[in-house]
């Protein structure tokens, strides 16, 4: 059985953060970004993470920036 992956990636400036999982390990996914965003050593932001989180909840949708910065 093949196992298809699924690759989401953000360029931001001269960096690359480039994401490569399957459907179970979405969760550990969106973990894994939002400790990037926590970590102050890497560029990742609190912004970037929402907005690839919803990519990985909803990869066929095109998420409007706006909609992420409401409470």
Do not use: C, H
């Not at 960096?15 to 965003?37: G, M, P």
């Not at 929402?50 to 990519?55: G, H, S």
């Amino acid at each position: 059985m093949t196992q298809e992956l699924n690759v989401l990636a953000l360029i931001k400036g001269i960096e690359r953060f480039i994401f490569v999982y399957d459907d179970d390990s979405k969760s550990v996914l969106i973990d894994d970004i939002r400790d990037k965003a926590a970590d102050p050593s890497v560029s990742l932001n609190w912004f970037d993470a929402a907005v690839l989180t919803e990519r990985v909840r909803n990869p066929a949708a095109q998420p409007d920036p706006a909609d992420l910065l409401e409470d």
